[in-house]
């Protein structure tokens, strides 16, 4: 029974480029989340998705950043003209209810972004 | 505004020891508590969680947290802890009112040392 899949685990870009994460929930699981760790720092919200749907993006910067849940294949979080201070890693979580429910979020491993 | 904070950003000790990882949070509503732990270059793992019910949950490795609300703890704690405990721990909170989300402490970083 895998566990939630993020890929790549390592991402370099240059400044100006475009970054592309990838994550594949747990089986059963409908409801995605992701978060960004600046460094020596604990993590930080950024959006809740269900299928096909964004539930709350208060934590998306207003520019560049943007997510996806498509009815079929993985949740994508989408960086456009990345700058350094993009560099971070971006953790998904899932769970097969929302937050309100009692079950909690379970991790993938992260993608680590570094911007040259 | 919601917040977690975690009073001891380092805590080092000594192998066999106990230690205690302390976690208060802001609230005028009821919550969900949660301790994560994460190893170098991992995601997090789930520790234990308070959902409702008796204040001491137990979870994974030894590892135990009371919840105390009129004081708005959530310290986590274990009796004798190991050199394989060194890593990072999370202490986060979901408000069952408003945005569905968890919000994270700043993280504990506990080493053992032998």
């Known amino acids: 029974n895998a566990g939630v899949m993020q890929n790549p685990r390592h991402l370099v870009r240059r400044r100006g480029q475009e970054a592309r994460l990838r994550c594949s929930p747990m089986?059963?699981?409908?409801?995605v989340y992701w978060y960004r760790q600046l460094p020596e720092e604990g993590l930080k919200f950024m959006v809740y998705l269900q299928k096909e749907n964004i539930i709350d993006e208060s934590g998306m910067p207003k520019e560049r950043f943007s997510a996806e849940f498509p009815k079929e294949g993985p949740s994508i979080l989408r960086i456009q003209q990345v700058v350094r201070g993009d560099s971070a890693a971006y953790f998904c979580?899932?769970?097969?209810?929302?937050?309100?429910?009692?079950?909690?979020?379970?991790f993938g491993d992260g993608t680590r972004l570094s911007i040259l | 505004a919601q917040s977690v904070t975690q009073l001891d950003s380092q805590v080092p000790v000594f192998e066999e020891a106990p230690v205690e990882l302390r976690c208060n949070y802001s609230?005028?509503?009821?919550?969900?508590l949660f301790w994560y732990v994460q190893y170098p270059n991992q995601g997090l793992q789930l520790l234990l969680k308070y959902l409702s019910g008796s204040t001491l949950v137990k979870g994974i490795n030894g590892f135990e947290a009371e919840f105390n609300k009129s004081q708005t703890s959530f310290h986590l704690r274990k009796p004798s802890v190991h050199i394989s405990d060194t890593a990072e721990y999370f202490c986060a909170v979901s408000y069952l009112q408003g945005a569905q989300k968890l919000v994270f402490g700043q993280g504990t970083r506990l080493t053992i040392n032998p």
């Open positions: 089986k059963g699981h409908s409801h």
């Open positions: 979580a899932s769970s097969p209810f929302g937050v309100l429910s009692n079950q909690p979020q379970h």
């Open positions: 609230s005028s509503v009821s919550v969900y």
